[in-house]
C-alpha cells in the first residue's frame, strides 16, 4: 500500500523555526508533491508545490517564510518553516498529485496520495 509519513512538527514560539519531513513510498518525481495545511473546523488548503524537477511555488500566507524542497536521494519532501506565526498553528500534510503536469496543481482534490499529518503549534 503507498503511503506518506510526516515528521518534524512540534511546539515552537512565535518567530521560530521548525523543518518538517516526508517520505514513504508515495513520494515520487515523477508528479508534483505538496504541503497543506488544515485548520480545525476548515478544508485543508494548499501551502507550497513542487515539481520533480525542483520548481516550487508557495501561497502568499507563507512566501518569504515558508521553503519547500526534496532530496530525491533520500525520497524525502522537506518543508523548512522560519518566522511562524501562531496563525500557522495547523496539522501539516504531505501528498503527491494524482496525474503528472508540467505546473503543480493546488487544489486538495488534485492530491490522491496523503500523510497522516504532523501538528505544527506556534505560541505567541
Known amino acids: 500500500q503507498v503511503h506518506l509519513v510526516e515528521s518534524g512538527g512540534g511546539s515552537v514560539q512565535a518567530g521560530g523555526s521548525l523543518r518538517l519531513s516526508c517520505t514513504g513510498s508515495?513520494?515520487?518525481?515523477?508528479?508534483?508533491m505538496g504541503w497543506f495545511r488544515q485548520f480545525p473546523g476548515k478544508e485543508r488548503e494548499w501551502v507550497a508545490v513542487i515539481t520533480g524537477y525542483g520548481s516550487s511555488t508557495s501561497a502568499d500566507s507563507v512566501k518569504g517564510r515558508f521553503t519547500i524542497s526534496q532530496d530525491t536521494n533520500k525520497n524525502t519532501l522537506y518543508l523548512q518553516m522560519d518566522s511562524l506565526k501562531p496563525e500557522d498553528t495547523a496539522m501539516y500534510y504531505c501528498a503527491a498529485q494524482r496525474d503528472y503536469t508540467v505546473r503543480c496543481r493546488t487544489p486538495q482534490d488534485e492530491y490522491n496520495t496523503w500523510g497522516h499529518g504532523t501538528q505544527v503549534t506556534v505560541s505567541s
Open positions: 508515495g513520494y515520487t518525481t515523477s508528479r508534483c
